[in-house]
């Protein structure tokens, strides 16, 4: 019997609340769920220029998307924009944990004060936004949720990083702890872990000729010998969230272009 196989990712519906979107990652991952059929909240913090560009974008295509301001390290601000959203664009049925700052330094180096600044948004932010939107995921039978964490939490040799890994390594095991509690109620929970991406955060602070170096030196560490793009990242985003990835909970996907600098492989 011939058997074709058509692919369709099938998210018309639904809505998905994306943190940190106004930029890089999370920019990307916002459009590309958009072109999916998705209405988008575009969280951002500080950022509300870059957020309603994005917004502009997903109009353009005759998406539904909504800018949302919101501290995720502040439980009730985070209350507060999970019920806009469900106001403006509909009950919550997929959430990408995307936000995330990084401190620089490792452990002589390290200013520590930068450590509770760096958590709160990391993995604070984390927990209330997945509180905030998984009862009404619980109520309804459905949802996604996918938090982005770092193979600087695998341990890579790349310097600097220590402390930023130690905030991902902890949302590698709430991804795990949160799968194992929400799985009965049809909420699936998976993280993705990029490798070097060319963001603001990667390459910020750097000269163009300094950034380039940045990019060479990453590039020769990965087996297919270049460094990653938002879009790489937000691909990887849209098949966890996809009806094909149902049964796939609790996993750290790594996207990396094959990594070779791991202190000890995961």
């Known amino acids: ?50 957020a309603e560009n994005v917004v502009a974008l ?26 806009r959203i469900t106001r403006d664009l509909g009950a919550i049925d997929i ?3 995307n936000a995330g700052v990084l401190a620089r330094g490792d452990l002589a180096d390290f200013d520590y004060t930068q450590m509770e600044s760096m958590r709160r948004t990391n993995v604070d932010g984390l927990v209330h936004v997945t509180r905030a939107v998984v009862d009404g995921m619980k109520a309804r039978g459905f949802g996604r949720i996918v938090n982005l964490t770092s193979i600087a939490a695998h341990g890579t040799t790349l310097s600097g990083t220590t402390f930023y890994a130690a905030t991902k390594a902890a949302v590698i095991t709430l991804t795990r702890r949160f799968a194992l509690e929400l799985g009965r109620h049809g909420i699936t929970v998976n993280a993705v872990a990029p490798g070097f991406i060319q963001t603001d955060m990667a390459t910020g602070g750097r000269s163009p000729a300094e950034a380039q170096a940045t990019i060479d030196a990453m590039a020769a560490r990965a087996m297919v010998r270049r460094t990653g793009l938002p879009e790489d990242i937000a691909n990887a985003v849209a098949f966890l969230v996809s009806p094909e990835s149902s049964f796939i909970t609790a996993q750290t996907i790594t996207v990396d272009g094959g990594r070779m600098d791991y202190i000890a492989h995961p």
Not at 14 to 32: K, Q
């Open 58 to 83: 997903i109009h353009q295509q005759s998406g539904r998307a909504l800018a949302v301001q919101a501290d995720v390290g502040d439980a009730g601000e985070v209350r507060a924009m999970a019920q």
């Open 95 to 97: 959430l990408i944990n």
């Open 1 to 50: 019997m011939n058997t074709r196989y058509h692919s369709a990712m099938n998210l018309q519906g639904r809505t998905v609340l994306v943190t940190g979107a106004s930029r890089g990652i999370g920019r990307a991952i916002a459009l590309r769920l958009a072109r999916e059929g998705t209405a988008v909240a575009v969280n951002y913090h500080h950022s509300a220029t870059d």
